[in-house]
T-cell receptor, first 112, second 116 residues
Framework: ELKVEQNPLFLSMQEGKNYTIYCNYS?????LYWYRQDPGKSLESLFVLLSNGAVKQEGRLMASLDTKARLSTLHITAAVHDLSATYFC????????????FGTGTRLTIIP | DADVTQTPRNRITKTGKRIMLECSQTKGHDRMYWYRQDPGLGLRLIYY???????NKGEISDGYSVSRQAQAKFSLSLESAIPNQTALYFC???????????????FGSGTRLTVV
């Protein structure tokens, strides 16, 4: 059974600091996704990672993938209040079996 | 208009009542999904459909049923609602297979369901 674990569950950090959210998955998967969710809102796609060593960056967020370790990280650089949200990682298989399995989410609060 | 539209946005219902949540999409996608979100548990898959004639159970299908009325419409029913079905429900579609790293899922705005 595929399991996706995220940590930490909650993260409170000061503006200007750096931090990393971790996502582990238990069995081979083809793609790794990162989503952002604001309270009461839908999910916004941030990154899709496919291959080992893939790194993608958008503003203060950078995601990486290590398929051998089954680990993805979401790194936040010099956090700002606007990044406060819940972040989810999720994985799926390709080639006819596309359905997402989600991690538990990390609620990130940026303190001024 | 949104690509994936869910109705209603909010609903309060009583235990034992039958309720239907509706989802329609303008993406032209064959693949549609229903997820449930609970605090601390992430999103869990209830049912999914890869085309109008293909319906599959997800990890938490007990107590739920679905209907794929057309390519664009996928409804979720709670036959007899119970309080632990109180949650935020999301409908989603996905791109066709073969997109590689460009593959994506589109989520609706969600339906907040409260069973009292």
């Amino acid at each position: 059974e595929l399991k996706v674990e995220q940590n930490p569950l909650f993260l409170s950090m000061q503006e200007g600091k750096n931090y990393t959210i971790y996502c582990n998955y238990s069995t081979t998967s083809d793609r790794l996704y990162w989503y952002r969710q604001d309270p009461g809102k839908s999910l916004e796609s941030l990154f899709v990672l496919l291959s080992n060593g893939a790194v993608k960056q958008e503003g203060r967020l950078m995601a990486s993938l290590d398929t051998k370790a089954r680990l993805s990280t979401l790194h936040i650089t010099a956090a700002v209040h606007d990044l406060s949200a819940t972040y989810f990682c999720a994985v799926d298989r390709a080639f006819g079996n596309e359905k997402l399995t989600f991690g538990t989410g990390t609620r990130l609060t940026i303190i001024p | 208009d949104a690509d994936v539209t869910q109705t209603p946005r909010n609903r309060i219902t009583k235990t034992g009542k039958r309720i239907m949540l509706e989802c329609s999409q303008t993406k032209g996608h064959d693949r549609m999904y229903w997820y449930r979100q609970d605090p601390g548990l992430g999103l869990r898959l209830i049912y999914y459909s890869f085309d109008v004639k293909d319906i599959n159970k997800g990890e938490i299908s007990d107590g739920y049923s679905v209907s794929r009325q057309a390519q664009a419409k996928f409804s979720l029913s709670l036959e007899s609602a119970i309080p632990n079905q109180t949650a935020l429900y999301f409908c989603a579609t996905s791109d066709p297979p073969g997109q590689g790293a460009k593959h994506g899922y589109t989520f609706g705005s969600g339906t907040r369901l409260t069973v009292v």
